[in-house]
T-cell receptor, first 115, second 112 residues
Framework: NAGVTQTPKFQVLKTGQSMTLQCAQD?????MYWYRQDPGMGLRLIYY???????DKGEVPNGYNVSRLNKREFSLRLESAAPSQTSVYFC??????????????FGPGTRLLVL | EDKVVQSPLSLVVHEGDTVTLNCSYE??????LLWYKQEKKAPTFLFML????IEKKSGRLSSILDKKELFSILNITATQTGDSAIYLC????????????FGKGTLLTVNP
């Protein structure tokens, strides 16, 4: 059981370039999430997918798009990277999204630097 | 198993009142404690606390962590109807791969 895996671990982009961050989980979880974490800040939710075939915006969705490819995989795309998107990106998964939210299991993170 | 317990589960107050929300936790390898406000679908981030005794403040909201007694409080002064929401406490724990455990939340209703 690998849990939640993310690729790449580290990426440097130039302003305006695009890229996709990949996330996969092997725990048969229904819900998946993308967060960003900036220095001194907690986790801020970008997008989430309560179940296969659905996606919803989180707190900071601007500049990002997501795809829930299947139950296992949830990707995050930056169409035109900006320096403000320099951050550490975490993917997470949980059994289901309920009123109080479930325990979420995180991937190791992707460090993204936009020059 | 990691546990995050919030109290009270719900609270009804009048505008102008001050409220204190509680969060206690039992986790392995504590990293940080987060407070979120959930009004619609997804929570919005309020505070991250990693060190005991250091108050985080944002307007009428403030929070503090006690790592010895394993709890945190969230204070809201001069409450407004717009403060009505579910307030979630979450704890980040773990070694190489983090885990985020949410409490059940406190439903705050502020009446005019």
């Amino acid at each position: 059981n690998a849990g939640v895996t993310q690729t790449p671990k580290f990426q440097v982009l130039k302003t305006g370039q695009s890229m996709t961050l990949q996330c996969a989980q092997d725990m048969n979880h229904n819900s998946m999430y993308w967060y960003r974490q900036d220095p001194g800040m907690g986790l801020r939710l970008i997008y989430y997918s309560a179940s296969e075939g659905t996606t919803d915006k989180g707190e900071v969705p601007n500049g990002y798009n997501v795809s829930r490819l299947n139950k296992r995989e949830f990707s995050l795309r930056l169409e035109s990277a900006a320096p403000s998107q320099t951050s550490v990106y975490f993917c997470a998964s949980s059994e289901a999204v309920r009123t109080g939210w479930e325990t979420q299991y995180f991937g190791p993170g992707t460090r993204l630097l936009v020059l | 198993e990691d546990k995050v317990v919030q109290s009270p589960l719900s609270l009804v107050v009048h505008e102008g009142d001050t409220v204190t929300l509680n969060c206690s936790y039992e986790v392995t390898n504590f990293r940080s404690l987060l407070w979120y406000k959930q009004e619609k679908k997804a929570p919005t981030f309020l505070f991250m606390l990693t060190s005991s005794g250091i108050e985080k403040k944002s307007g009428r909201l403030s929070s503090i962590l006690d790592k010895k007694e394993l709890f945190s409080i969230l204070n809201i002064t001069a409450t407004q109807t717009g403060d009505s929401a579910i307030y979630l406490c979450a704890v980040v724990s773990g070694g190489s791969n983090y885990k985020l455990t949410f409490g059940k939340g406190t439903l705050l209703t502020v009446n005019p």
